[in-house]
């Protein structure tokens, strides 16, 4: 498995941005797949985005455009820029790493590392 150390959350007006960290360590191997998650109150935890193996990258519906996946691979960390932030984007936020697989005609992110969460909270 991988560790996976999340930092960056915060508070932000509506229009503002943050960035997310996720440093990375341990074996990641070749089908490695990081993705970034979110969780509201009372809402189900929601998949925002993922790169995959072969490098490709997808997001949420209600992020595109305005997030966007990073890495450093001299540090072993990921990035999550998030800009234009909503109030609905309000959430916990995990960084999550696992093995890449095939499903259903594309590549998916099956998930077994998790970081601890960090809150991202955006005010009207």
């Known amino acids: 498995q991988v560790r996976l150390v999340e930092s960056g959350g915060g508070s932000v007006q509506s229009g503002g941005s943050l960035r997310l960290s996720c440093a990375a360590s341990?074996?990641?191997?070749?089908?490695?797949?990081i993705g970034w998650l979110r969780q509201a109150p009372g809402k189900e935890r929601e998949g925002v985005a993922v790169t995959v193996s072969d490098g490709s990258t997808s997001y949420a519906d209600s992020v595109k455009g305005r997030f966007a996946i990073s890495q450093d691979n001299a540090k072993n960390t990921h990035y999550l820029q998030m800009n234009s932030l909503k109030p609905e984007d309000t959430a916990m936020y995990y960084c999550?790493?696992?093995?890449?697989?095939?499903?259903?005609?594309?590549?998916?992110?099956?998930?077994?590392?998790w970081g601890q969460g960090t809150q991202v909270t955006v005010s009207s």
């Open positions: 341990g074996d990641t191997g070749s089908t490695f797949c």
């Open positions: 999550a790493a696992g093995l890449t697989y095939w499903s259903s005609g594309h590549l998916s992110c099956a998930y077994n590392s």
